[in-house]
């Protein structure tokens, strides 16, 4: 598991390679979450193009950064998501809680405006 940072205007791209099983690649991606929200940034892109899987407990992480950067005020957009992790979304009537998107370029337009 990889995690890369970068900022894009006034969004906050994160970027995971690897499968995202666990806490511990969530524990990670809430400590970035963390600074950023405490630097003031607002906007989260969450980049998935290399994420294969996201297993239950690496879903139950994603709800709760989710509700962090919520509840201070902020956005959270999935982007690249796989079938696969769309499928578990639907499944698990996560849909509504996040914003997805089919690339990165285009969850940037939406998060931007």
Same mark, same amino acid.
């Given at each position: 598991?990889?995690?890369?940072?970068? @900022?894009?205007?006034?969004?906050?791209?994160?970027?995971?390679?690897?499968?995202?099983?666990?806490?511990?690649?969530?524990?990670?991606?809430?400590?970035? @979450?963390?600074?950023?929200?405490?630097?003031?940034?607002?906007?989260?892109?969450?980049?998935?193009?290399?994420?294969?899987?996201?297993?239950?407990?690496?879903?139950?992480?994603?709800?709760?950064?989710?509700?962090?950067?919520?509840?201070?005020?902020?956005?959270?957009?999935?982007?690249?998501?796989?079938?696969?992790?769309?499928?578990?979304?639907?499944?698990?009537?996560?849909?509504?809680?996040?914003?997805?998107?089919?690339?990165?370029?285009?969850?940037?337009?939406?998060?931007?405006?």
């Amino acid at each position: 598991m990889h995690i890369r940072h970068s @900022v894009h205007g006034t969004v906050v791209v994160v970027r995971f390679s690897g499968q995202i099983m666990g806490d511990e690649p969530m524990s990670l991606f809430r400590g970035v @979450v963390e600074e950023y929200l405490d630097a003031g940034r607002r906007r989260f892109v969450l980049d998935l193009c290399d994420v294969p899987w996201v297993n239950s407990q690496g879903l139950g992480g994603l709800v709760r950064v989710r509700n962090a950067i919520v509840n201070r005020g902020g956005r959270l957009a999935l982007a690249n998501i796989t079938d696969k992790i769309e499928e578990l979304l639907i499944i698990t009537r996560l849909t509504a809680n996040f914003e997805t998107f089919d690339s990165l370029n285009e969850a940037l337009v939406v998060m931007v405006a």
